[in-house]
């Protein structure tokens, strides 16, 4: 009996150990509420890159495009939430406006002639996963 819930304890550990690696490892999205906090007005374009992990995408039929690719890839539509929208500072319509988009959002940055930021949005899509919630609720 003893030499059965030694086993049983062991293969439990295991299996806890594993979990708490894969929540530590599962990639994290880069499009977040949290990521366009750090967006500081006057930051370089290639900050924000680094910031939100690559080159942002031209115009809003870019942006379309760039949603109906994710909900054939998911098979779920894309569903922006009501009212969840952030601004600070120019609006960001022009040409020179990049945007990056992830399952949890669209982040839309305003450049001046030099490349600096002088305006971003935020607009919430879906809700996080659980391993995001649990993450968040980690700290982590």
Partial sequence: MKRKLKWT?????????GFGVAVYLWPRD???????????IGMTEQEVEELLGGPGINGWEAVVARVHQW???????YVLNGNVFFQEGARVISDSAKYWVDRRGI????????????????????EP?????????LGW
């Fill in 107 to 126: 982040i839309g940055v305003e450049f001046d002639a030099d490349r600096l930021v002088i305006g971003k949005t935020f607009r919430e899509a879906g």
């Fill in 71 to 77: 909900e054939q890839h998911v098979g779920i539509p």
């Fill in 30 to 40: 880069r499009i977040t509420f949290e990521s366009w906090k750090k967006i500081q």
């Fill in 129 to 137: 996963n659980f391993i995001d919630r649990l993450r968040d609720w």
């Fill in 9 to 17: 304890a062991a293969v439990l550990a295991v299996l806890l150990l």
